[in-house]
Nanobody
Framework: EVQLVESGGGLVQAGGSLRLSCAAS????????IGWFRQAPGKEREGVSA????????YYADSVKGRFTISSDNAKTTVYLQMNSLKPEDTAVYYC??????????WGQGTQVAVSS
């Protein structure tokens, strides 16, 4: 059974930090690009960051560049999103996604991040 389990969300003041974790199981971790998406109330889901553990490549949305860092622990099949200098506009439900194309995509249940001003 494929599972993506997010954790680490919470309430933080503007300027603070959180680290999200996505623990993956049930599929070949190295075959997938793991990404973080977020969805704020009334808005569409948007891509935040992604990592390919085999290629070592990363992606960041412009809105989080320089503040967020994605990393992967392949031995633990876990991907992390370190979020620093958080802003109120970062408030959203954050979802972990695993994708290798051709319709092979999986989603976690999401973790809430709330940033107060």
């Amino acid at each position: 059974e494929v599972q993506l389990v997010e954790s680490g969300g919470g309430l933080v003041q503007a300027g603070g930090s959180l680290r999200l974790s996505c623990a993956a199981s049930g599929f070949i971790f190295d075959d997938y690009v793991i990404g973080w998406f977020r969805q704020a109330p009334g808005k569409e889901r948007e891509g935040v960051s992604a990592i390919s553990s085999t290629e070592g490549s990363t992606y960041y949305a412009d809105s989080v560049k320089g503040r967020f860092t994605i990393s992967s622990d392949n031995a633990k099949t876990t991907v992390y999103l370190q979020m620093n200098s958080l802003k109120p506009e970062d408030t959203a439900v954050y979802y972990c996604n695993a994708d290798r194309g051709w319709g092979h995509t999986y989603w976690g249940q999401g973790t809430q991040v709330a940033v107060s001003s």
